[in-house]
C-alpha cells in the first residue's frame, strides 16, 4: 500500500485519534480507524461554541 504525501485536515484527525484508540486499547487498527471517523463525526456535531 502507498501512502499519499499529502493528507487532508480531516485524514490527519482520523489517524491521530485512530493512533491513540489504538495505543490505549486492544483494537485492530481497522477496529480503531472505523471508531474514530464515528468519534469525529460526533465531536464534529457539537456546537462550536460549546467545545
Not at 484508540?21 to 487498527?29: E, G, K, N, T, V
Not at 472505523?34 to 456535531?45: F, I, K
Request: charged share 25%.
Amino acid at each position: 500500500m502507498t501512502t499519499p504525501t499529502h493528507l487532508s485536515l480531516y485524514e490527519r484527525r482520523v489517524e491521530l485519534v485512530q493512533e491513540a484508540l489504538s495505543a490505549h486499547s486492544d483494537l485492530s487498527r481497522t477496529d480503531a480507524r472505523g471508531l474514530a471517523v464515528h468519534v469525529l463525526h460526533a465531536l464534529d456535531r457539537i456546537p462550536e461554541r460549546v467545545r
